[in-house]
């Protein structure tokens, strides 16, 4: 007895077949609308952590996947055969990496003065496994980018850099050919602003532990029987923390205003790529 027989006798009638060129179609366009967004995901600061797992990852760039899907055409995943197929891949790849390392590369301002701020205090053996760089961190530099992704977070910034990320399928459908000179100058301009960051937060910081180290030296010049690792070190030491206790509520404004420069520059970049 064959199929049709026994869905017939079961009342049920004919069982429907499953489309499979319907299936393809979805996976494909699933498939392309994931790798701008997953590489963003993969090269931005906060989600390409080791902290969070791969498989993390992979899930919420499929989600999102799903949800551009469901809201911006793509464009018939029979277009992009052979070679054509691969650039549209690479380009896509391309976009989202770019987006993230411009984020990451802001972020890193917070790292830059923490190290700097350390180096100076003579904190500089203090370091730590990072453990989604993989190499040593001075604990300043790491409570400094912890403070930097609390306050992100906090005022929803990874949403807002997530949407723009969504928002850029809108003007930039998938396939579509970005400005890559206009990525270029903006990571080189993120590099430049992440080094002024940088430096308007660490130098009052600095400015006061080279005073220190100023009074230290003098000191210690006066009396040379003063040994100046037991005598200026603690000096410096209890200086940068009652410093660092102070200056918190500046510090977080300075944090603040990073964290939104950086989700600015970001929709920024997204929206000119397209425009050269």
Known sequence: MDDLALSNIAGVGPLPGVNLQFVMELLAGLFLA??????????SPFFGGSS?????RIIMAVLLGVAVVTTVDVPDW?????????????????????????????????LLAGEKIASSAG???????????????????????????????????HLLVLRA???????????????????????IAAAGSMFLAATIIMLPLTAFLMAI????GVIT?????????????????????????LWVDVLGGAMDDLSHAAAENIQLVLGTMING
């Open 123 to 157: 904190l500089g053996f203090a370091a730590q496994i990072d453990p989604d760089s993989g190499g040593q961190t001075p604990v300043v530099s790491k409570t400094f980018s912890l403070f930097l992704t609390v306050i992100f977070l906090s005022w929803n910034g």
């Open 165 to 187: 990320v969504a928002d850029s399928y809108t003007y930039l459908p998938v396939g579509a050919m970005p400005a890559f000179p206009v990525l270029i100058q903006s990571g």
């Open 213 to 216: 180290n100023l009074v230290i």
């Open 78 to 110: 029979q277009a992009f055969a052979g070679l054509n197929g691969l650039q549209v891949i690479l380009t896509e790849l391309a976009i989202g990496i770019s987006s993230g390392l411009i984020l990451t590369i802001w972020f890193s301002a917070a």
């Open 34 to 43: 994931s790798l701008r967004i997953g590489a963003f995901l993969i090269a």
């Open 221 to 245: 010049r006066s009396a040379p029987q003063l040994n100046l690792f037991s005598f200026g070190f603690p000096i410096s030491m209890i200086g940068i923390f009652v410093l660092l206790y």
């Open 52 to 56: 969070v797992p791969l498989q993390v």
